[in-house]
């Protein structure tokens, strides 16, 4: 059974760019979480996307913008990149939203972003 | 708020031996879950363990083991028999829960310990 799958793994931008992460969820499993994580404020959840509508918002600007296709894969966008958007983002898939099971959140290996 | 709290930045452990990485917690909702992740450096999240709030016994997995004192707020991880592919960070995780029920997928982070094993 593959495993959830973030592309690209390395990305390089520049600062006042934009660009666009994706996670594909494991197959069967409707609900995509994203994170942020950075050496100064760890790991930070920025949003939820169900059945393509999204479930929860973390605290971060409104540059931080995502989506879900109807085939569960989700795609999280950065508009107008500043040096602090550097970090590793993760995406954790889950069969639904408000799981209590134990195995509930399956994680990608992460999309490393570099702003320059 | 709900809150992680690991208060290990480091810790160094020999082979072969146990280990005990610290967490408590605080939160209202009497329902929550609690997880240990581990984090080798390729950056990947992978899941370790599971404590529900309502669970009667501590959660074991394998050499995993989940020390869960409920009345503490406290769910320290400890792994049996360490190994040197144990080296890695290990973070501790909430399910953050909502009012008048219904949970999210939402998990809160703890900063995280970085465990080394000496051969």
């Known amino acids: 059974k593959a495993g959830v799958t973030q592309t690209p793994r390395y990305l390089i931008k520049t600062r006042g760019q934009q660009v666009t992460l994706s996670c594909s969820p494991i197959s069967g499993h409707r609900s995509v979480s994203w994170y942020q994580q950075t050496p100064g404020q760890g790991l930070q959840f920025l949003f939820e996307?169900?059945?393509?509508?999204?479930?929860n918002k973390g605290n971060f600007p409104g540059r931080f913008s995502g989506r879900q296709f109807s085939n569960s894969r989700s795609e999280m966008n950065v508009s107008t990149l500043e040096l602090g958007d550097s970090a590793l983002y993760l995406c954790?898939?889950?069969?639904?939203?408000?799981?209590?099971?134990?195995?509930?959140?399956?994680f990608g290996s992460g999309t490393r972003l570099t702003v320059v | 708020a709900q809150k992680i709290t690991q208060t290990q930045p480091g810790m160094f452990v020999q082979e072969k031996e146990a280990v005990t990485l610290d967490c408590t917690y605080d939160t209202s909702d009497p329902s929550y879950g609690l997880f240990w992740y581990k984090q080798p450096s390729s950056g990947e999240m992978i899941f370790l363990i599971y404590?529900?709030?309502?669970?009667?016994q501590n959660a074991t997995e394998g050499r995993y083991s989940l020390n869960f004192q409920k009345a503490r707020k406290s769910a320290n991880l400890v792994i049996s028999a360490s190994q040197l592919g144990d080296s890695a960070m290990y973070f501790c995780a909430m399910r953050e829960g909502r009012l008048y029920g219904g949970a999210t997928n939402k998990l809160i982070f703890g900063t995280g310990t970085l465990l080394a094993v000496q051969p």
């Open positions: 404590q529900g709030s309502y669970d009667q």
């Open positions: 954790a898939s889950s069969l639904t939203s408000g799981t209590s099971a134990k195995y509930g959140y399956t």
């Open positions: 996307y169900f059945s393509e509508t999204q479930r």
